[in-house]
């Protein structure tokens, strides 16, 4: 099992451009979510999604769009980059929350945008 | 405010040495604590999870202990290889939620031989 693959590794955009990035998981996974990382900053939450075709506001949602149409994939659209935006995106992914306290997040190897 | 502070920042131990980290919350409700590994340029790895009722929780040479009374919680590194040169990230989850876990900023550990 690959488990939480992201693609692309790295990316430079100039301010106003679009892109999206996108998360596949091999592991039926019915949560998945996307982080930005910031020097000196935790991992902030932007979206999430509890099943396929559902999406949720996280702790930073502006600026950014998400889609989960597929199951396995989770995407995370930039519509008009900023140089705020320059961060490391990781995606995550979860099982459905049973019950118990260990729901444990699985994390993939993360995406480094520059915005220029 | 929900906060998750981490000490020391960052941390420089000889191979083969002990090392702990310390992790302070201040976040309400409290469902659970987790440590993470973060390689360089890599996600975040699951160490340990704890709940409220566990004071200690094994993962090979990485014990964490949990104490809910005085929201302290700690990491201790056994025996320390070269590969144990991460950042270390202390989480809390607030509720059985899926969007609240607050994260530190993690301690940077790196190991000399």
């Known amino acids: 099992n690959a488990g939480v693959t992201q693609t692309p590794k790295f990316r430079v955009l100039k301010t106003g451009q679009s892109m999206t990035l996108l998360c596949a998981q091999d592991?039926?996974?019915?949560?998945m979510y996307w982080y930005r990382q910031d020097p000196g900053m935790g991992l902030r939450l932007i979206h999430y999604?509890?099943?396929?075709?559902?999406?949720a506001k996280g702790e930073v949602p502006d600026g950014y769009n998400v889609s989960r149409l597929k199951k396995q994939n989770f995407l995370l659209g930039l519509e008009s980059a900023a140089p705020s935006q320059t961060s490391v995106y990781f995606c995550?992914?979860?099982?459905?929350?049973?019950?118990?306290?260990?729901?444990?997040?699985?994390f993939g190897p993360g995406t480094r945008l520059t915005v220029l | 405010k929900n906060q998750v502070e981490q000490s020391p920042q960052s941390l420089i131990i000889l191979e083969g040495k002990n090392c702990t980290l310390q992790?302070?919350?201040?976040?309400?409700?409290?469902?659970?604590l987790r440590w993470y590994k973060q390689d360089t340029g890599r996600g975040p790895v699951s160490l340990t999870i704890?709940?409220?009722?566990?004071n200690t929780k094994s993962n090979g040479r990485y014990t964490a202990t949990l104490d809910a009374d005085t929201k302290q919680s700690s990491l201790h590194i056994t025996a320390s290889q070269l590969s144990d040169s991460a950042s270390y990230i202390c989480?809390?989850?607030?509720?059985?939620?899926?969007?609240?876990?607050?994260f530190g900023t993690g301690t940077r550990l790196q190991v000399f031989p």
């Open positions: 995550a992914s979860s099982s459905k929350y049973s019950g118990t306290a260990s729901n444990e997040q699985f």
């Open positions: 592991m039926n996974h019915e949560y």
């Open positions: 999604s509890v099943g396929e075709g559902t999406t």
């Open positions: 992790c302070n919350y201040t976040v309400s409700p409290f469902s659970n």
């Open positions: 704890m709940t409220f009722s566990e």
């Open positions: 989480v809390v989850d607030r509720s059985y939620n899926t969007d609240k876990l607050i």
